[in-house]
């Protein structure tokens, strides 16, 4: 006690005083421009709660610029009590907004500023009508009244303050616990009780209010911390998602360059297949083969022979037929094939002057209308075998044989000719009709086929032979 009266005593009392209300001052002029800058509620009550503080305690200067700030604008006591109303009510619309009471609980907010914001206007009501009666009375009585009120709304507000869930909420629970114990001994009645002078009063609670204002302080910037982190989360957790988008979108393009060419090689087979179609209706219907049929046509014609003629034109106009409509199907069945082979086989006999004996072999197990296969394949290594085949040799005989291996089918093409010798060296199984069915072979079946020349097939020396075989996948049974 001792020490405090000689502090008291001498300037160190007024420089703190000079000191709380500069801080003061300070803080008022820093949070006030902090809510200009982001509108924040918060700054603003704070900003006010400091200047009412400010401008309560200014009275309390008894010398230097503070002492003629507050004798030109005529403060007294009076003014005081009303600035102290007002900083009281500040701090509970400053927490409650801090706080963010009203997102958290409507009620709650509702309790800790609702009886402040009457409580306020009632303040406003008494200062004035004291002002302008000049009866300070009406104040001092409301004042009672006030500090009843207070008291109770201090008490309502920290229970609701300790049931809430914010760390940052010890803030102004320290806070407002130390300005109501420091306040406490500021006023006279309880001066006179411990037997303190006003000033040691005022001192104790200089202490206390400044204290109080740096926590409050110390909070805001907490509460900017805590939101700059969260922006800084959030702006992270941004950064991560445009990251993963970017890396999605990616994916998608990849894929969608990878669709891009499968559609594009999709596109570039069916056009192969139609060229391939078209290919091998040119090489089925060969110039040589018609040019001969019509030829024979009109030799049977001018030889008087018109139902040689006839019946040679029926068949020929049925296989061109057959051949249209086959060139332009996707799949055909080995069925429609071998009926495609007989009736060329019958129109070149017919050339040939019916020596040429033919035989068609298939296995009873076979279904041939169920075996899908790639139209018009077998019809140019059938031209083979009898144009570089039999044509020159004495004994002429093709067979065609289809039968089953397993989960192959193997379809052969034979002949009696000259065999691979002589003639066949010159390419002729390698024909353009034959690459035609091959790559209609490789794109029908991918690689699940096989081609294979085998001769010679007799023992006979002069005809030799040779066999052209296609094994080909069976369908498989659902």
């Not at 009736?343 to 035989?359: M, T």
């Not at 140019?380 to 020159?392: C, S, V």
């Not at 002949?415 to 002729?428: F, L, M, N, V, Y």
Request: proline share 2%; hydrophobic share 40%.
């Amino acid at each position: 006690m001792d020490f405090l009266n000689y502090i008291i005593e001498t300037d160190t009392y007024k420089n703190l005083l000079y000191f709380v209300l500069g801080g003061l001052f300070v803080l008022f002029s820093y949070h006030f421009f902090r809510y200009v800058s982001n509108r924040e509620r918060p700054y603003l009550y704070y900003s006010l709660y400091a200047l009412f503080s400010f401008l309560a305690y200014i009275t309390v200067a008894e010398s230097g610029f503070f002492r003629h700030f507050s004798s030109y604008f005529r403060f007294d006591n009076l003014s005081k009590d009303f600035f102290t109303t007002l900083y009281n009510g500040m701090y509970f619309l400053f927490f409650a907004s801090f706080l963010d009471l009203r997102q958290k609980n409507r009620c709650y907010f509702r309790i800790a500023t609702q009886p402040v914001y009457i409580l306020i206007a009632l303040s406003c009501f008494f200062f004035a009508v004291a002002k302008i009666s000049g009866k300070n009375a009406f104040f001092e009585g409301y004042k009672l009244f006030f500090i009843f009120c207070i008291s109770i709304q201090t008490v309502v507000s920290f229970i609701i303050l300790l049931k809430i869930k914010n760390r940052l909420k010890w803030y102004i629970i320290t806070g407002g616990v130390l300005l109501f114990l420091t306040s406490i001994v500021g006023e006279e009645a309880i001066r006179n009780l411990i037997h303190i002078s006003y000033k040691k009063g005022d001192f104790i609670f200089f202490i206390g209010l400044f204290v109080e204002n740096m926590l409050f302080s110390l909070a805001l910037g907490h509460r900017q911390k805590l939101e700059y982190a969260e922006k800084m989360q959030v702006q992270s957790n941004l950064i991560h998602e445009l990251k993963v988008n970017e890396k999605l979108k990616n994916e998608i393009s990849r894929k969608n360059e990878i669709n891009l060419r499968a559609e594009n090689e999709r596109i570039r087979i069916q056009q192969e297949n139609t060229e391939l179609a078209l290919s091998a209706l040119r090489s089925q219907i060969n110039p040589h083969f018609i040019f001969n049929t019509l030829h024979s046509i009109k030799l049977y014609m001018m030889m008087n022979e018109r139902e040689q003629a006839v019946d040679y034109l029926d068949k020929f106009s049925r296989l061109i037929r057959l051949i249209l409509h086959a060139s332009f199907q996707k799949e055909s069945t080995l069925k429609a094939e071998i009926s495609i082979l007989q009736l060329y086989l019958e129109i070149e006999n017919i050339r040939f002057e019916g020596k040429i004996e033919y035989h068609f072999i298939t296995d009873t197990q076979v279904d041939t209308e169920q075996i899908k296969i790639p139209p018009l394949f077998l019809q140019p290594f059938l031209e083979n075998a009898i144009w570089h085949g039999i044509a020159t040799s004495e004994k002429k005989e093709i067979n065609i044989a289809v039968c089953q291996r397993g989960l192959y089918l193997d379809i052969s093409v034979c002949d009696s000719g000259t065999g691979i010798s002589g003639e066949r060296k010159t390419g002729a199984r390698t024909s353009y009709g034959t690459r035609i069915s091959s790559e209609a072979l490789k794109n029908f079946y991918g690689k699940d086929f096989s081609l294979s020349v085998k001769s010679p097939v007799f023992e006979d020396e002069k005809s030799p032979g040779t066999c052209v075989t296609v094994t080909i996948p069976l369908p498989s049974k659902k």
